[in-house]
């Protein structure tokens, strides 16, 4: 009131004091946040970013419409030993991890793989793998299964070293330290650079995994790290399995199709029982491809069997033109032990063709006589009845 216009005015020059700054702060107020724009504030995201993770789970998560529609046994290529990099962290390896210049310890590795693959006596695959909090692994970990065995500390001055000792020769590396591994070993393919479908399913994957060990109490027995692609990304989730099983040996268990309501399974009865999921069960290290594929087809997770299930032929092989599958399969030296089914069949045909053409030529041959015998025959009759006319 009449106190109020004697007041004297606030100097437009002079700093805002606190209560006036705090008074101003309320002249606005914002308008209210919505429940569900509460709760994604409050959590660190908004409304649209839950939208759009809702979005791609529906188009590349557990919900696609692909899922379950492909079988999954037989889509593994045989190998025997499986080399694993700690390199990175899965969100930033690039596409070609393992081709990357950015990258040099991978692509060093791989290259030197490469070059010696006719020396090394098993077929050895090499993905790259991911550190991290529970895994007790760092940049520069190389860890070999079968074997069960790990070295720390690869630089990149050491790789062709490293093959040299380890992989070509089956020796201790000279310049390391072996340790062995004890456990379960499972790496879930994370890899969103390379396909968004792997990216959205490993890590949801992993941390189910993270979930149930810790309410099993085997944060200590079981280990679980991502890793790049493994192949087959439409199989996503894909993961494999280093453990022991029934009889104590030591096998790495490829599985595809996996959702996070299948992880305590994997848990009990594959680690727990050493007993195969054959409805998630792609393959396995060390095994044929036949040998797979002979594994019994069950029901998916989704409750309806797929007789007309499309066959997928396994990762590397190549169709004929006759629409035939060639195996691609290798031998000890990285020689292929492997023929086409067809090919006997094959060469049975090319034989049969050749001696007909032979047939056929000969016939040709025997009729191109009988006519030159005629036509000389005839040239000579006529010859001599010239003759007989000139007298």
Not at 26 to 54: I, W, Y
Not at 91 to 102: G, I, L, N, Q
Not at 258 to 275: F, M, N, R, S
Request: hydrophobic share 35%; charged share 25%; aromatic share 6%.
């Amino acid at each position: 009131g009449a106190n109020a216009c004697c007041a004297p005015l606030p100097n437009p020059s002079a700093p805002a004091t606190p209560s006036l700054l705090i008074l101003s702060s309320f002249t606005h107020k914002p308008p209210p946040l919505s429940p569900s724009r509460a709760l994604a504030f409050v959590m660190g995201e908004t409304a649209d970013n839950l939208s759009t993770a809702a979005d791609d789970d529906v188009k590349f998560g557990f919900q696609r419409p692909e899922m379950y529609k492909a079988s999954l046994a037989g889509t593994v290529d045989p190998y025997d030993r499986h080399v694993l990099l700690c390199y990175g962290t899965h969100d930033a390896w690039p596409s070609r991890v393992e081709a990357s210049d950015s990258d040099p310890l991978p692509k060093l590795l791989a290259s030197s793989l490469k070059a010696r693959k006719d020396d090394i006596p098993v077929k050895t695959r090499l993905t790259i793998c991911e550190g991290g909090d529970g895994t007790e692994l760092t940049d520069g970990d190389v860890l070999i299964f079968p074997e069960m065995i790990k070295y720390g500390g690869l630089k990149e001055s050491d790789v062709d070293g490293f093959v040299e000792d380890v992989l070509v020769n089956g020796k201790p590396w000279s310049s390391g330290v072996q340790e062995v591994l004890t456990g379960s070993h499972v790496f879930v393919c994370a890899h969103n650079s390379r396909d968004k479908r792997c990216g959205v399913c490993g890590p949801a994957l992993i941390e189910k995994f993270k979930e149930e060990t810790e309410v099993r109490g085997l944060k200590d027995k079981v280990f679980v790290s991502a890793c790049s692609h493994v192949g087959g990304h439409k199989y996503a989730g894909n993961l494999i399995i280093f453990s022991a099983d029934a009889d104590g040996k030591i096998s790495g268990h490829w599985y595809g199709y996996v959702a996070p309501t299948d992880v305590p399974e994997l848990l009990d009865q594959h680690i727990g029982k050493g007993e195969i999921i054959k409805r998630l069960w792609r393959g396995q290290m060390g095994a044929l491809v036949d040998e797979a594929s002979k594994v019994d087809k069950e029901k998916h997770p989704n409750g309806k069997s797929h007789p007309n299930s499309e066959k997928e032929p396994k990762e590397g092989s190549t169709k004929e033109e006759n629409g035939n599958v060639a195996s691609c399969c290798q031998g000890a030296n990285g020689f292929s032990c492997c023929r086409d089914g067809n090919v006997e069949e094959k060469q049975g045909k090319k034989g049969l063709s050749r001696l007909r053409s032979l047939v056929g030529k000969w016939e040709q041959h025997e009729v191109l006589t009988a006519v030159g015998v005629i036509g000389a025959v005839a040239t000579v009759a006529l010859a001599c009845s010239f003759y007989r006319r000139s007298r």
